[in-house]
């Protein structure tokens, strides 16, 4: 199974990205997604995730600005991202594990590699 995120970049404050993340191999339909993302001198902190049935789950500090989505005919996993911050700034990654959601990292089976998202202020 392999993930290849994209989408990542540069934009003001108040702007918005699209992160894409598409799974090769696998039943992606089986498959729960999340992002996380790594801010310099952080952890890896979940952001959101979407469970096989479409179930999903926002970290607080990205509610009512990020939506996550899927489309199992495409095989892939999106990140609506709106009203940056520059605290929004890091790399994102996109994960992927058997059905049920979980926002601990350890738990993920596959990852992709990785896209920078950077918020100017």
């Known amino acids: 199974v392999q993930l290849q995120a994209s989408g990542g970049g540069l934009v003001q404050t108040g702007g918005s990205l699209r992160l894409s993340c598409v799974v090769s191999?696998?039943?992606?339909?089986?498959?729960?997604m999340g992002w996380f993302r790594r801010a310099p001198g952080k952890v890896r902190e979940s952001v959101a995730s979407i469970a096989s049935t479409g179930t999903t789950y926002y970290t607080d500090s990205v509610k009512g600005r990020f939506t996550i989505s899927r489309d199992n005919a495409r095989n892939t996993v999106y990140l609506q991202m709106n009203s940056l911050k520059p605290e929004d700034t890091a790399v994102y990654y996109c994960?992927?594990?058997?059905?049920?959601?979980?926002?601990?990292?350890?738990?993920?089976?596959?990852w992709g590699q990785g896209t920078q998202v950077t918020v100017s202020s």
């Open positions: 994960g992927a594990r058997p059905n049920y959601m979980s926002t601990r990292a350890d738990s993920y089976n596959y």
């Open positions: 191999g696998g039943t992606f339909s089986t498959y729960a």
